[in-house]
């Protein structure tokens, strides 16, 4: 809650997804006339800032039915994917997906095949931790019999984005957003 924090989410194109904004935050002006301010940075009325956060949960649950079903595969075996808490939901927001797990109050979980089969993402982005971008193998995917009947797989929409634009919060996730939306349609 900082008016960096502000002006860095406008940078992203994000603006739209602010429900409120610290007291000093003064740039950019158009976008902050109308927003509560939540209280200067080291004294923030957390009871405010709880109540906004049902706000943006709303926002998000009222996105266009048709905005993809994202799953981010931060790990294959188990496969572990984000929720609500991390900034990869966020991210996916941004570039105009529905993030599988953007309801689960959780940073991150393993899923089953069960649950990825129920989930039905329609893309899916393989961003595995500490493993070199060019390691990363779609076909580990493709080839699971058990979600041939996941849209994503069966449409054959996996796709690989580079660790480093989804799961560092610093300034490449601009990358990772537009990475992201390179993927729509």
Known sequence: MTCSNTEILFALGCAEFLVGVDDQSDWPEEVLQGLPRV?????IDLDLVESLAAVRAQREAALPPSAPRLLI???PKPVIAPGRRSWTHDVAVAA???????LEDVISRPLTD???VELAPEVIVLSWCGV?????????VLSRPEWAKVPAVRDRRVHCVPEAFLGRP???????VEALRALIG
């Open 39 to 43: 209280g200067p940075d080291l004294d």
């Open 73 to 75: 595969q931060w790990w």
């Open 96 to 102: 105009g997906f529905r993030n599988v797990l953007g």
């Open 114 to 116: 069960q649950e990825v």
């Open 132 to 140: 070199d971008p060019a390691k990363y193998r779609p076909e580990v």
């Open 170 to 176: 610093g300034p490449r996730l601009v990358e990772g």
